[in-house]
């Protein structure tokens, strides 16, 4: 199996540029989730799915960030519009029902 | 709000010394987990805890959750450069969701040859 796979694995974009980030789990997990990684915060939990179906999205910033996942083998996260303190690692992650998290490799993002 | 505190935040030792590395809460947990974040990449599980008290042994990394499953420990013999890396600790609610999954801010640990 591949693992996760994240595009783009960085991204340097301006202020007020839209962003998407792309996520496609491992075949078979049921379960999505969508972490952000700053020095300052540690890794916070933005939004996870169960079957398709958006969960909890409690940890998303503001209305600025917007996540879907259409299918079992795809998911984005979108930033629009971006600011510079949305700077950082971006994680999707996948699982069955056994608790562990499977990460991918990250998205960077930079917006200047 | 659940809080995991890992303690030391930074670690710097040479290769062949041991260390011992905390992630304590006021909040106790059904599991613990441990992951190690290479550069440039994912955190990768190491070890899931599940009993209080209960001792797992991966090779040189011992891992201990508290009886109250309130903290746990990593400690690690003879350090190797190849240790080197952010370990964090994450903590799973009782009757939640996989979704209540609570990590630290991870204990930065470097291992000089």
């Known amino acids: 199996d591949a693992g996760v796979i994240q595009s783009p694995r960085h991204e340097v974009t301006e202020m007020g540029q839209e962003v998407t980030l792309r996520c496609k789990p491992i075949s078979g997990h049921d379960y999505l989730f969508w972490y952000r990684q700053t020095m300052m915060r540690g890794l916070e939990l933005l939004i996870y799915?169960?079957?398709?179906?958006?969960?909890?999205d409690s940890g998303m910033p503001e209305d600025r960030f917007s996540a879907k996942m259409p299918n079992a083998s795809f998911s984005t996260l979108k930033i629009q519009p971006s600011e510079p303190r949305d700077s950082a690692v971006y994680f999707c992650?996948?699982?069955?029902?056994?608790?562990?998290?499977?990460f991918g490799e990250g998205s960077r993002l930079t917006v200047l | 709000t659940q809080l995991l505190e890992q303690s030391p935040q930074f670690l710097s030792i040479q290769e062949g010394e041991n260390l011992t590395v905390y992630c304590n809460s006021s909040s106790v947990f059904s599991s613990l987990q441990w992951y190690r974040q290479e550069p440039g990449e994912g955190p990768v599980l190491l070890v899931t805890v599940v009993t209080g008290g209960e001792v797992k042994k991966l090779k040189r990394l011992t891992f201990q959750f508290g009886d109250a499953r309130k903290d746990s420990s990593l400690h690690i013999t003879a350090a190797q450069p190849g240790d080197t890396g952010l370990y964090l600790c994450?903590?799973?609610?009782?009757?939640?969701?996989?979704?209540?999954?609570?990590f630290g801010k991870g204990t930065k640990l470097s291992v000089k040859p």
């Open positions: 992650a996948s699982t069955p029902r056994t608790g562990e998290l499977f």
């Open positions: 994450a903590g799973v609610n009782y009757g939640g969701s996989q979704g209540n999954l609570i």
């Open positions: 799915f169960n079957n398709n179906v958006p969960i909890d």
